[in-house]
């Protein structure tokens, strides 16, 4: 027996086609959403994460800062207890520097040379005084620059010719001078020098 379809077979094709084709749209719009909707939640919690560190990251800035800035100042309260510090030890250094000074004058003045007056101004000494020549003026600036960890930096300031009358009848020629030195601090003439190396005491070496 034959079967013979009367139906309109190319519409029910292309119906099947609409279909089928509606439905794959459908399928790849709601794939679509879904991956969309997953990108979409992945990148929020990725900025979310993110930010998270930043705000992490912002409060340790902060809490450093204020460290580095109780630092400085501690450093700057340091400073200034050494500044006091030193500035005390300065004076009671200074209360013997007279002793000092005129312990080197009298052990570094030749003979021939007399001091007349002398004038302290902070650490720089006036000495004005009468040699017997201009030999024992150089004398005494080599002394004074070499042979005194006291005493630094002998200048001459003048030196004139004049004359002393030792009796009526007995005149000598003089050299009168005025010279400038400078005077050490106890504590600066404690400092061994630059380049200095340090020798080990024999407690150390044992």
Sequence with gaps: MILINL?????AARKRRRET??????AAAL???LIAGAAYV????????QQA???????????LEAEI???????TEIAALRARQQAVEDLQGDRNLPVHLMNELVRQLPDGVYLASMKQENQAVTLQGVAQSNERVSELLRNLGNNSPWLVKPELVEITAGTVALSPRDQRRVANFTMRIGVKRPTDAQKP?????????????G
């Excluded at 990251?57 to 902060?62: A, D, F, G, V």
């Excluded at 380049?195 to 150390?204: E, F, M, N």
Aim: aromatic share 10%; hydrophobic share 35%; no cysteine.
């Design 53 to 63: 560190k930043n705000t992490y990251l912002q409060s340790e800035i902060t809490k």
């Design 69 to 75: 800035k109780e630092i400085s100042t501690l450093q």
């Design 193 to 205: 020098p630059p380049g200095a190396i340090p020798v080990a005491s024999p407690a150390a070496k």
């Design 21 to 26: 084709f509606y439905a794959s749209l459908g």
């Design 31 to 33: 794939a679509g959403g």
């Design 42 to 49: 992945w990148y929020e919690a990725q900025i979310s994460g």
């Design 7 to 11: 139906l309109p077979h190319r519409e």
